[in-house]
């Protein structure tokens, strides 16, 4: 029988910044579907990718100093870049597309000529914003407080010529399908969409740029660049071979079963991404959905507010299972939710290592202990002690099916440690430690009860795999279950496993974790990420009034020689000088540059000071003038360099 398929995407990212745990939690929601759909049977399509044009990029690039495809190749493919976060989370996509790849580029080129040649891209001028972090468009009326509504930055003119989409065109069938199906979920967002959009009344989209050219070029009218949106939605297409001969799949997986995006971006997928799928004659994706964001402190993250939490920093530290499962245990994924360290690691410390970490370690130890690993074939039930425990883990499957079906899994896992929380209790009801005292009356008992748990921890093993993948296959190794009792169908087959199954007793799969030594090693490697984070060096800025000549000629700058220089009693800061100012008589200076000078190194050098200043005195000595040095931020430390002149210049020598 041929296998019933499933494509599901996630959006693709933008290579402008390092990925942060916000989009992790997206990649292994998509990931953990797509794995519940290939354990189910299904034959999966799980694309991811990266979306590489646009004026951001262009721009960051131009700061770099390099061309925008080094830019985004680092950032792609680089040490620590996506395609490394994406391996260290063990997400299993089945292709990764880059827009930049060259069959994207020809497709796209010919998507838009379609559209045009169909008459529902046409040329015009745009007048209107532009919001360049979120590369969108704005119509007046849709700004907030005359900023760009989705987030909340600064936006600026543009007038260009242009081309439009006729996205006026295709409003009501748009709303039909909002309204009137479940082409969009949660249904919450669907009112966001009709109200805030298609209600005032849909415009036609500008699709086209040519204020700069990092975009894919519009290939009849050269000057044009395709607009980024137009060439990021349709890579759900391209990367099945739509256009192209990259690729074969188009037939076989499209219209994809559900585009997983994030909430702010579910615009651009319900109604832009659908208008142009009916101006090109293609079928529509069956569903999208919008999840929530995790946020920090209740705001959203990102790097300009040096709020991002680092995915490779928790990854290592409790370990990419245990991330992944908190992200998807603790969050409702339609909602939006608070990301904390506190939570993460009680996550672990209660579900992972109390709640199903000891139970297979408590089952696994005893199996052991009291039947040398291999459970006897002579087992005994008691179906009133069972029943309870047997019944939820014989139903089980079928709860977390209708969760998962919905992209609960939140929920889908709060069935399985239901079963696990039930299986603990069962072990102190029937208290195996107490069976075991007399082997010969209660062994067959005691090995039923084993049993029934080895059979609990399997069903639960093989519905977590989506979650924690290698976690969860190492459940099934320790507790012994063959190939063919780690399945789908077996899931919801009590008694599948062998009653002989022999335990592999192994690690701890899930270690307590001490909160109070991980908190603070969080904390400092925060810390040590945002000052890796401060640039390189930070000048100040320029002033921006002007001084006129005169004035400038009334500040007296000479070439002083440092006879002698101390250190200012009670003062860290502080360094007394001794200077010849070429008058004859010792001039003397304060200066507060301590930290960056011993005064034994400065006896004898000639540095500049000003010596028109009015004296002044601090910690009770009087500084006649100042001495003038360069000052700048090194990775957020301030840095200090004295001007040291040329032993040539004598003492007094003005300086103009
Ligand atoms: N390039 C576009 C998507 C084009 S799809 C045809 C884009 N890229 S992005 O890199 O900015 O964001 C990718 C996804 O990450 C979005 O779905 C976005 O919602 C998600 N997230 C970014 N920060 C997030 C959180 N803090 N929380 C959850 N998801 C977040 O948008």
């Not at 401060?534 to 000629?553: A, G, S, Y």
Request: proline content about 4%.
């Amino acid at each position: 029988m041929e296998k019933k398929r499933f494509y599901i995407t996630t959006p693709i990212y933008y290579p402008s910044d390092k990925l942060h745990i916000g989009h992790t939690y997206c990649t292994v929601a998509t990931d953990a579907m797509a794995r519940y759909k290939r354990l189910t049977g299904c034959e999966v399509m799980f694309l991811t990718g990266t979306d590489e044009h646009g004026q951001k990029i262009e721009d960051k690039a131009r700061e770099a100093g390099i061309t925008p495809q080094e830019f985004v190749d680092n950032i792609v493919r680089g040490d620590r870049g996506i395609l490394d976060l994406w391996k260290l989370m063990n997400i299993s996509n089945d292709r990764f597309i880059r827009t930049t790849d060259s069959y994207h580029v020809s497709a796209i080129q010919k998507i838009f000529k379609r559209m045009h040649d169909n008459g529902d891209i046409y040329k015009g001028k745009y007048v209107g914003k532009y919001c360049k972090p979120c590369e969108s468009f704005w119509t007046d009326s849709q700004l907030v407080d005359g900023k760009c509504p989705d987030c909340g930055r600064e936006v600026q003119d543009a007038e260009e010529e242009a081309y439009f989409f006729k996205l006026s065109k295709y409003a009501d069938k748009i709303q039909h399908l909002l309204e009137d199906t479940d082409f969009l979920e949660p249904r919450s967002r669907v009112n966001e969409m009709v109200n805030n959009f298609i209600k005032p009344g849909l415009e036609d989209l500008c699709v086209s740029r040519t204020s700069f050219t990092w975009g894919i070029p519009v290939d009849f009218d050269p000057g044009h660049v395709v607009y980024v949106w137009v060439d990021a939605l349709s890579n759900y297409i391209t990367a099945l071979g739509y256009d192209n001969d990259q690729y074969d799949d188009y037939d076989k997986f499209w219209p994809a079963d559900v585009h997983f995006v994030g909430k702010e971006i579910v615009r651009f997928h319900s109604i832009i991404w659908p208008a142009m799928l009916m101006s090109l004659g293609l079928p529509l994706p069956k569903k999208v959905f919008g999840h929530g964001w995790l946020l920090l402190d209740g705001g959203k993250m990102s790097k300009s507010k040096g709020n991002v939490v680092d995915p490779y920093i928790l990854a290592e530290m409790f370990g990419v299972d245990a991330l992944r499962f908190f992200l998807l245990r603790t969050f409702p994924f339609g909602s939006d939710g608070n990301f904390s360290n506190e939570a993460l690691i009680q996550t672990i410390n209660v579900d992972l290592a109390n709640d199903l970490g000891n139970l297979l370690s408590r089952t696994v130890s005893m199996v052991g202990k009291y039947f040398g690993g291999t459970l006897p074939e002579n087992q005994a039930e008691d179906p009133e002690k069972d029943g309870e425990l047997v019944g939820m883990a014989s139903a089980l499957r079928s709860r977390y099916e209708e969760q998962m079906e919905h992209f609960a899994f939140q929920n889908g896992l709060a069935e399985i440690f239901k079963v696990i929380d039930r299986a603990n209790k069962y072990i102190d009801e029937n208290a195996p430690w107490v069976l075991a005292k007399d082997m010969e009356a209660n062994g067959s008992r005691l090995a039923h009860v084993m049993y029934n748990l080895l059979e609990t921890l399997r069903v639960c093993a093989i519905l977590l795999t989506p979650f924690i993948p290698t976690s969860a296959a190492e459940v099934l190794r320790q507790i012994g279950a063959c190939e063919k009792c780690s399945t789908w169908d077996s899931a919801a087959q009590w008694g599948s496993l062998p009653q002989t199954a022999a335990v592999q007793r192994g690690e701890n799969l899930f270690p307590r974790i001490d909160a109070e030594k991980a908190l603070a090693q969080l904390e400092a490697a925060a810390e040590a990420a945002k000052k890796a984070a401060l640039p390189d060096l930070e000048i100040e800025p320029r002033l921006e009034e002007k001084v006129d000549f005169d004035t400038f000629c009334k500040s007296d700058f000479r070439a002083v020689k440092v006879k002698d220089c101390q250190p200012v009693k009670k003062s860290d800061k502080l360094l007394k000088f001794t200077l010849d100012d070429g008058t004859g008589a010792d001039r003397q200076i304060l200066s507060g540059i301590a930290k960056w000078y011993k005064p034994e190194d400065l006896i004898g050098k000639t540095l500049m000071a000003i010596v028109n200043l009015p004296p002044r005195k601090m910690m009770g000595q009087e500084s006649q003038g100042m001495l003038i040095s360069a000052v700048h931020t090194e990775k957020g430390e301030e840095c200090l360099n004295l001007l040291i002149l040329d032993d040539k210049i004598p003492a007094g020598a003005k300086m103009c």
